[in-house]
């Protein structure tokens, strides 16, 4: 995919930056105070049990919820003047496709440029190239012409973010994008990830299953109740969770010996499934891997 | 010249029913896809009182139905929006209120063996007049533009109406252009097909639509061709049977609709010997995945050991073992 050289955001400025940024509907804040920095190119998960704020806020960024304070700045441009949206390419959790009516995944992913271009034009032999290129990158493009809703859970996911990433955007912003899919296309869908990160694709992933995107993530960011409880690197996060447990477990015995399997655990869990995994970047941990292990024994 | 088309009023009827067999059907795949089928049917309630005030004011009905069947559609959408537990009970006071009105308006004026209300509540293409005509015309040409100039933007709208609201589309003006279309949709078919039978010719042809076609765009051309198919030939089946041309337009697109959906179980189970499930295994073929590709008529077959895996929705079919 091409990052869009075409629009004028300063070189420097980050994707996304919200300085006590609230976020709720209709005037009432669901999350508060929200100071967040995105540079481009850089990955993040975005981790937290349900309601915990973390939809609430990527429904903000979308345009979905109100900005109800603080301030929110998109590249550069505050978000209530952001007039070009198909910067942010929207990849949905639900398959929110409906299936009462047949659609080709073609027809499906062309719908991801409508709002870049004016309603009386019709797609160009260019769009229509992005289409099939857009296709390609998450392994579809043999499927250009099925019928979407025989595809299965993981493909019909695949199909999402291949509109998504249509409209060219600067940046990819996903819900759960391997929640409910099976071992098989969880790894297609991993290699689509680590395909568009190496390509310098700035994303935001809502996400409970950190395992899915080990090697991918470049930082780690956990809401709770409306608010940032962490944020930093995936090896951080591993220590913020060992501590989290540590001190969960510091009234029953064996602080100590529950740390060390801990770590132990990681290294089970950790084995090389990308060609440029840098050794140091341990992200492989859900929020249920290791310290439950570890209270547990 | 054939018997039928030496009549005037029949000239005017064949017409009138190519218009509306066209423009239905390709406003109804929409409301098949918001899973709104019956919303016609409300709005043709509406579109009763606009007919009664028309008659009252001795005025032109077509024009006081569409303008009560438009604002109607308007406030389906406004309702729908804010999104009250209390909207669907709103929708039903609105058209039922609009049917009751009608009955009463024209029961009022014409008296209670009123011709007028059966005509509009059942249809009578055969008094179609040729200045009917001309205002059928101009309407289902804006349909037919509207509709496929703004084709891809209401199906994104209908399909992901979350996903369109976030790559910034104005989704509540093209849900409301969806339900003016609607309207003006049931203004121009109910002299054809009746008040009360308009929903048919909207969903009828896309259900019979939805099982031959693998992609919207199919679907709609075959829609709007079984929509002509039943409206027109329901119109002179009518007139050599001496039938109702409105319940016979409906009768013959269900009857088609039936015709097509027994011919392709027919077809699924003399194909089903063909249609061999592969083993199961975990791995996801596609470009690049490392088995060989072997294009195979339409789709691609992927090399898997001797035997080929064809992709079939999201499973693998086998297809035949290759011998070299």
Known sequence: ?297 | MPEILSFDFMRNALLAALLVGAVAPLVGIFLVQRRLSLIGDGLGHVALAGVAVGILLDNQPIITALIAAVLAGVAVEVIRARGRASGDIALAVMFYGGIAAGVVIINRVDGSQSANLTSYLFGAITTTSRGDLMVFGVLSAVILVVTVTLRQRLFLAAGDEEYARASGLPVMALNITLSVLTAVTVVVSMRVVGLLLISALMIVPNAAAQQVARSFRAATVWAVLFGVLSAVGGVVTSFYADTAAGGTIVLLAIGIFLVIAAAMALVTAATAHRHRVAERHPHEHGPGCGHEAIPHDDHIDYLHGDHRHAPHGGHYDEHERVTR
């Open chain 1, 1 to 297: 995919m091409r990052v869009s050289t075409t629009q004028h955001t300063p070189a420097d400025a980050p994707a996304v930056r919200l300085d006590h940024a609230a976020f709720g509907y209709a005037g009432r804040p669901f999350t508060e105070g929200i100071n967040l920095a995105v540079p481009q190119g850089e990955v993040i998960a975005l981790l937290g049990p349900n309601g915990s704020g973390k939809s609430t806020l990527v429904r903000g960024l979308l345009g979905l919820n109100d900005q109800v304070g603080g301030t929110v700045t998109l590249f550069g441009t505050p978000l209530d003047h952001l007039t070009d949206r198909s910067r942010l390419g929207y990849v949905p959790q639900r398959h929110t496709l409906s299936a009462s009516v047949r659609s080709t995944v073609r027809e499906v992913i062309s719908t991801g440029q409508l709002a870049s271009r004016p309603w009386w034009r019709r797609a160009s032999a260019n769009d229509r190239a992005t289409v099939t290129k857009a296709a390609d990158t998450v392994g579809l493009a043999d499927r250009l012409d099925a019928d979407v809703a025989t595809l299965s859970g993981g493909q019909q996911r695949r199909v999402l973010i291949a509109r998504a990433l249509a409209s060219q955007p600067d940046m990819l912003i996903m819900d759960e994008p391997t929640a409910g899919v099976d071992a098989a296309n969880q790894d297609v869908l991993a290699t689509v990830l680590r395909r568009l990160a190496r390509l310098g694709v700035t994303m935001l992933v809502v996400t409970h299953e950190l395992a899915a995107l080990r090697g991918i993530v470049d930082r780690i960011v956990e809401m709770d109740a409306g608010r940032v409880s962490f944020d930093g690197t995936p090896l951080q996060y591993a220590e913020h969770r060992a501590q989290v447990s540590r001190a969960a477990d510091s009234g029953l015995a064996g602080a100590d010996h529950s740390g060390a399997r801990h770590h132990l655990a990681f290294d089970e869990h950790h084995h090389d499934d990308g060609p440029v995994e840098s050794p140091g970047l341990l992200s492989g941990v859900g929020p249920m891997d290791g310290p439950v292990e570890g209270k547990d024994s």
